[in-house]
């Protein structure tokens, strides 16, 4: 073929393939049945979400009520910031395409477990465990699965603590358990994940280069945490010397509480 055919043969291909692509638009994605399809299933899917985002509510509160309670114990806050997310359809749709999941939301319910998210984002990696522990013993958290990439990292050099609970929604006339997924995380740990997140998903690197810079972020990985564990050994020194070193108080006759 000469190079003018080439062109020509080249710009038909891509007219065709315009007029399939608007033709199958048009009779499945625009049909009548697809459409009753969306209709009927819009008011489910919506309610579903409604219920994880009551389910992120509950689970929410109880970090914050945590928070509040062991900051007078600790004197300070182990808690420093708390993201909540419903997963995108998009991020739900590629997933259930991933792991083969079936069309229908009880499928989705029962196998996706992470379409309600809470990330608690704690100062020190002790506070992660003391908080964890704290939410799991409550009686109406069930723990589905956990999963320790503090103790056992990723091969990315991801670290967080991952847990899969159950926490019942109290709606108007029934209650309903509900799948959270929490991720715990120091906020080193947050740092070096957001931005290997970033970075993960906007290259298109030759391999080789792909793979210096994974073993360069498996490297920061590796001092964030070292970074991690230094500044807890700082706030253990404190709090070890504060409680040998009790502070007298200025009315020692004046006990408000015996
Ligand atoms: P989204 O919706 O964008 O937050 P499973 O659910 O157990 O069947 P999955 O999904 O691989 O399988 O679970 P995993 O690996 O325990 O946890 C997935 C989530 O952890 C991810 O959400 C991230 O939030 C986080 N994560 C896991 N590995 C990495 C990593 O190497 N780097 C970073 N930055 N984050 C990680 P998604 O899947 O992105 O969904």
Not at 95 to 119: C, F, Q, T, W, Y
Not at 160 to 187: A, D, G, Y
Request: charged share 30%.
């Amino acid at each position: 073929m000469s190079n003018d055919e080439n062109t020509a043969f080249s710009s038909e291909m891509e007219n065709a393939l315009s007029t399939y692509q608007e033709d199958f638009v048009r009779e499945n994605l625009m049909s009548d049945s697809f459409l009753d399809f969306v209709e009927q299933n819009t008011k489910p899917i919506d309610l579903l979400f409604a219920y994880y985002r009551c389910a992120i509510m509950e689970v929410e509160t109880k970090f914050n009520v945590l928070d509040e309670s062991l900051s007078v114990e600790l004197d300070r806050n182990p808690i420093e910031s708390i993201q909540t997310r419903v997963k995108s359809v998009d991020s739900l749709l590629r997933k259930m395409r991933r792991k083969n999941i079936p069309l229908n939301l009880s499928a989705i319910e029962e196998k996706i477990h992470d379409i309600a998210g809470v990330r608690v984002i704690c100062s020190f990696p002790d506070d992660i465990y003391e908080l964890a522990e704290a939410f799991l013993a409550q009686d109406d958290i069930t723990l589905i699965a956990r999963k320790d990439y503090i103790r056992n990292p990723k091969p990315s050099g991801y670290r967080s603590l991952h847990l899969i609970v159950e926490v019942p929604i109290f709606l108007k006339n029934e209650k309903r358990n509900m799948k959270v997924e929490v991720q715990f995380r120091t906020i080193a740990m947050d740092f070096w994940a957001s931005l290997e997140h970033k970075l993960h998903y906007k290259h298109d690197l030759p391999p080789e280069r792909a793979q210096a810079l994974a073993d360069e972020l498996r490297d920061c990985a590796e001092q964030i945490e070292h970074l991690d564990q230094r500044m807890q050994a700082v706030r253990n020194e404190i709090v070890t010397y504060n409680k040998e070193n009790p502070k007298e108080s200025e009315f020692p006759g004046f006990p408000l509480i015996n």
